[in-house]
């Protein structure tokens, strides 16, 4: 079986420790996100975001937004610098190609502030999603990816292309190993087995 899309993979489940998912075929998969500690912060992780300060003890100056805040100390996002960036840049959002240029940069530095305001708040995090793969309860393979971002699921899509690539890889395996055993034991010829694993 393949898991074709994320909507195979439960959207509710104990993914902390692990959920595991039937895949047919002999094929299970446990399925396990964890916090990526390591992600950094997303205007530092991506382009295309307006300038964010650092920690500090002040009031918001004008063209300012304020992020977030804690004891006392403030991020803030520069919204008169982000707006002169994205007219430079031609930034959009939804509903794209709507209004003037002005207009599409306000719009989109308006997203860009909420989105990263919704991570300075932990409203979303960045994951790993790690997926291992058994064939008749054998562990065959583990693999994984960081700095996935879990904004309302989303992370589910990484998680089935995962899965897929590792059923995929796993047949693959077999396959040749099969091919090999048919070529060892004479039932095919040398030269077919390998034309047909190529």
């Not at 919204?79 to 430079?88: N, Q």
């Not at 960081?146 to 309302?152: A, C, L, S, T, Y």
Request: contains cysteine; charged residues 30%; proline residues 3%.
């Amino acid at each position: 079986m393949k898991l074709s899309a994320a909507n195979d993979i439960p959207a509710y489940g104990d993914y902390d420790k692990g959920e595991t998912i039937d895949c047919g075929n002999g094929y299970t998969v446990r399925v396990q996100i964890d916090v990526d500690l390591d992600a950094g912060t997303p205007w530092e992780n991506c382009d295309g975001h307006g300038p964010v300060s650092g920690w500090e003890r002040r009031n918001k100056l004008p063209g300012e937004l304020i992020l977030c805040e804690d004891r006392g100390s403030k991020r803030f996002y520069d919204f008169a610098a982000a707006v002169k960036i994205a007219r430079r840049d031609a930034w959009d959002t939804k509903p794209y190609n709507t209004g003037t240029a002005g207009e599409r940069a306000h719009r989109a530095v308006m997203a860009d502030y909420e989105y990263l305001r919704r991570w300075c708040n932990y409203q979303w995090r960045y994951i790993g999603v790690i997926v291992t793969l058994y064939r008749h309860g054998a562990e065959v393979s583990t693999d994984s990816l960081w700095g996935v971002e879990d904004d309302g699921g989303s992370w589910r899509e990484t998680a089935a292309r995962l899965v897929n690539d590792a059923i995929a890889a796993d047949t693959r395996v077999a396959f040749v190993d099969y091919v090999d055993v048919l070529a060892r034991a004479g039932t095919i010829t040398e030269e077919l087995a390998q034309r047909v694993t190529l």
